[in-house]
T-cell receptor, first 115, second 113 residues
Framework: NAGVTQTPKFQVLKTGQSMTLQCAQDMNHNSMYWYRQDPGMGLRLIYY???????DKGEVPNGYNVSRLNKREFSLRLESAAPSQTSVYFC??????????????FGPGTRLTVL | AQSVTQLGSHVSVSEGALVLLRCNYS??????LFWYVQYPNQGLQLLLKYTTGATLVKGINGFEAEFKKSETSFHLTKPSAHMSDAAEYFCAVSDTGRRALTFGSGTRLQVQP
């Protein structure tokens, strides 16, 4: 099993450009998550999906959209990138329907720089 | 609202010394508590978690943590540090009704030879 995979690993954008971060998991998990990690701030939840066809906002959703394409894939889109979105983005998945005790499994991250 | 405070953004220990990483939380309901580790250029992986039952929780790689409700703490310990323990450690909290974790800001552990 590959676990949680993310593409691309690195990306540089100019302000105003758009892009989609891809995430896939092969563990047949129900829930998927997108976090951003900034220095000194830990991880903050952007969006999550408790099951195929459902998505919910997290702590910092502004400037982002998500799509739960199927059970395996959960993409994050930046429509008009801003320098404040420079960060490392992590996708995660968990077996349950987003329960509070679920163990989350993380991908390797995408390092995004917006100039 | 929940919050997590990790005291010390950087901790340095000698190889073979005790590792103690501190985590305090605030939650209005009984919490579920997690420690995750992040090795350089990798995603996070679960070290251990407390949900219910025994308050001393053992995890992978010789780490353990004790839930102390009276102190609202969930400190992570390891009796003897190894060079391979050098990483960043995150404490996180959740509770019934929430679907996501609230993370602390992380503690970077350095192990000196």
């Amino acid at each position: 099993n590959a676990g949680v995979t993310q593409t691309p690993k690195f990306q540089v954008l100019k302000t105003g450009q758009s892009m989609t971060l891809q995430c896939a998991q092969d563990m047949n998990h129900n829930s998927m998550y997108w976090y951003r990690q900034d220095p000194g701030m830990g991880l903050r939840l952007i969006y999550y999906s408790a099951s195929e066809g459902t998505t919910d906002k997290g702590e910092v959703p502004n400037g982002y959209n998500v799509s739960r394409l199927n059970k395996r894939e959960f993409s994050l889109r930046l429509e008009s990138a801003a320098p404040s979105q420079t960060s490392v983005y992590f996708c995660a998945s968990s077996e349950g329907l987003g329960g509070a005790t679920d163990t989350q499994y993380f991908g390797p991250g995408t390092r995004l720089t917006v100039l | 609202a929940q919050s997590v405070t990790q005291l010390g953004s950087h901790v340095s220990v000698s190889e073979g010394a005790l590792v103690l990483l501190r985590c305090n939380y605030s939650s209005s309901v009984p919490p579920y508590l997690f420690w995750y580790v992040q090795y350089p250029n990798q995603g996070l992986q679960l070290l251990l978690k407390y949900t219910t039952g025994a308050t001393l929780v053992k995890g992978i790689n010789g780490f353990e943590a004790e839930f102390k409700k009276s102190e609202t703490s969930f400190h992570l310990t390891k009796p003897s540090a190894h060079m391979s323990d050098a990483a960043e450690y995150f404490c996180a909290v959740s509770d019934t009704g929430r679907r996501a974790l609230t993370f602390g800001s992380g503690t970077r552990l350095q192990v000196q030879p």
